[in-house]
């Protein structure tokens, strides 16, 4: 009886791990990190889904969580190849700002200190008089450029920190709620502005209905 021939040892196939078992390996292998930063700037569901949007983009994070309701973001990553330092900036290039939670105020990211009861304690009684004087002045000069002298104020005083973000936004070719609130405040002052410089006299209600809901926005 014949003993079975064994081939050469350079005539045997060779036998490899598939590359996703591989890749999954060295993932495995890797030791990520995990960092909690304070954003702020956020002021919807679209702003904090464009930051986690963002943060996933950036090579050395696996993955990204932001939290609208506590402005957080969480984000788990690779050391060697990313820090802090570069996940904030990715952030703050999408037209955001963020910290490390250590680092961070705490009071917040930064959105409590524009003083909105201040704000709405100002814009609020300055839109309600410039929609009595719309509604029960006599139609002239004076109440025409009494409701837009008011109606600029409560746009600088309510609006202000809702251009300030819509600007910022824009640099950065992206849009939010500010941008709508922004463009919607500033058509209705542009139309009582005309309307008082050009027809001289004829006051429109749409500055002072333009002055009452940013008021209550505020």
Known sequence: MRAPEIAPCDQ?????????????AETETRRLETAELSVGG????????????????????????????????????DPVEADLESLCSAVSGAGYSAVPVDDADPRGAGDRSDHWILRAGVSWPVAIVAFLI??????????????????????????????????????????????????????????????????????SISAAEESLLLGCTG
């Open 12 to 24: 045997l196939p060779m036998i490899t791990a598939p590359s996703d078992i591989a890749s999954t």
């Open 42 to 77: 956020m002021h919807c569901s679209a702003c904090a889904t464009r930051i986690e949007r963002t943060l996933s983009g950036v090579p050395a994070v696996v993955s990204a969580s932001v939290n609208l309701a506590t402005n957080r973001a969480f984000v788990a990553y």
């Open 134 to 203: 719309s509604l029960l002045a006599a139609q002239s000069e004076v109440s025409a450029w009494s409701v837009l002298i008011l109606a600029i104020v409560v746009e600088i005083v309510g609006g202000g920190p809702f251009i300030r973000n819509a600007v910022r936004l824009a640099r950065h070719g992206a849009t939010n709620m500010d941008t709508l609130i922004t463009i919607g405040t500033l058509a209705a002052l542009s139309v009582s502005a005309v309307e008082a410089i050009v027809d001289g006299g004829f006051t």
